[in-house]
């Protein structure tokens, strides 16, 4: 199992390209399956997960072909099995997202439970019932939904999602672009993957409205065309390479990237004590070598900060001016990293869903284990202010959100490497 071996100290400056967002490409992969021709997807990150959907679209008679360019081209009409095994579907949870789009296309699909990361518990009952809404016929046994659609294909539905789900407003917005009649799905995410998931729905011919608001309409069509669609850049990475660039008091542009979705993000960096300047597709930031200062955030859905970004800023306070107050609202088990940082000196109290983190000048290398994707992020920044060496242990969470991590790295500047387990 590798590992990352980070030594301290250095200030990033340079330049690089931000990848293709994960959470928008395995929606959007997995929309391909309502297309009647061979649909192609640019921009994909060359990440686990990615390649796990491309596997799984493999066991299913699907026979993806990709270019060098890491575009990959999918034919849904050679497709063999209407089943996703578990050996593949309980190492992502976003498996579940061929539930929708193989029940409105073929009349059938048998998904097992997914798995996945360890931050809480994340239920597809909203899954389920929003394509039961539709007419679906759902079964739960043995590990796996089975799920046919009525005689005739599914119908229109008004959904209500109780909680905000991604992935749920993802699944049901598939499954609506081929029903019969109109779809409503109220209280939806508003999450930019989702809009991306629409815009490329909309390039294959179908009728979706609203995505970005709370209320997303659907007109379902009878079939979906063949189209190329290259996936929105990942507001993530995007996000953790500015933190990175803000703790080690350097300066880092990110290209091909988007800073409209990241707004509350970039408010929080301003508010840090950083300079950062724009541009259509561009992001820099510069500290002119100061420390940054420390700030209160409280994650929600968007468009406000993300969860995503909460393990990396508790990573700035910790190295930053003053104290400040980290509130998690959106998953019930995300503080993980923080006794891994506590091994490196941290100064971080759990109280519930709040961190509160007094910033120390200077955290100690030591060797620690990373527990689930942001959590060994945070650990990768604070690796890089911290005296000494760092061990990272358990890396695999990082690749499967981070391309090239230690690559990007090093051309910033960072003394960082790989080394095999």
Not at 8 to 29: C, F, M, Q, T, Y
Request: glycine share 10%.
């Amino acid at each position: 199992m590798d590992k990352l071996i980070i030594t301290g100290g250095a200030r990033l400056d340079g330049e690089i390209r931000i990848s293709g967002a994960k959470n928008s490409a395995l929606p959007i992969l997995a929309a391909t399956l309502l297309c009647d021709g061979p649909v192609t997807v640019g921009n994909l990150p060359h990440l686990h997960d990615i390649t796990t959907m491309i596997e799984l679209f493999g066991r299913m008679g699907i026979e993806p072909v990709i270019d060098e360019k890491l575009s990959v081209e999918i034919d849904p009409r050679t497709i063999k099995t209407l089943v996703a095994p578990y050996e593949l579907v309980k190492t992502m949870r976003a498996s579940i997202l061929v539930l929708g789009p193989m029940v409105a296309r073929f009349g059938y699909a048998e998904v097992a439970l997914p798995g996945g990361c360890a931050i809480g518990s994340r239920p597809v009952d909203l899954h389920i019932r929003g394509l039961e809404a539709m007419g679906a016929h759902i079964e739960v046994e043995g590990g796996y939904i089975k799920a046919k659609s009525p005689e005739g294909g599914l119908r229109g539905a008004h959904f209500f999602f109780d909680t905000v789900s991604v992935t749920g407003t993802e699944n049901i917005m598939m499954a609506a672009a081929l029903a019969t009649g109109r779809s409503v799905l109220q209280n939806a995410a508003r999450e930019p993957e989702v809009v991306d998931l629409a815009n490329f729905l909309n390039a294959m011919g179908a009728n979706v409205q609203g995505a970005g608001t709370d209320t997303i309409t659907i007109d379902g069509v009878p079939r979906l065309h063949p189209a190329t669609y290259r996936v929105m850049p990942d507001r993530i990475e995007t996000g953790t390479y500015l933190v990175a660039a803000a703790v080690t008091g350097g300066r880092v542009k990110v290209k091909d990237t988007d800073p409209t979705i990241l707004e509350a993000v970039l408010e929080k960096l301003k508010e840090a004590g950083a300079d950062i300047t724009t541009g259509e597709d561009w992001i820099e930031l510069n500290m002119h070598g100061k420390r940054p200062k420390a700030v209160n955030l409280r994650t929600a859905p968007y468009p406000a900060f993300p969860t995503d970004m909460q393990a990396q800023f508790i990573s700035l306070n910790a190295i930053a001016e003053g104290t400040g107050a980290v509130i998690e609202t959106i998953f019930e088990n995300r503080f993980m990293h923080v006794y891994e940082m506590h091994r490196m000196g941290a100064q971080i109290q759990v109280e519930g869903n709040t961190a509160i983190v007094t910033g120390t000048k200077t955290l100690k290398g030591a060797p620690v284990m990373a527990t689930d994707l942001r959590a060994s992020a945070s650990l990768v920044l604070s690796a890089l202010v911290a005296e000494g060496d760092t061990l990272i242990d358990r890396i695999y969470h990082i690749d499967r959100g981070y391309e090239c991590i230690e690559e990007k790295l090093q051309m910033l500047g960072a003394k960082i490497r790989r080394v095999p387990g």
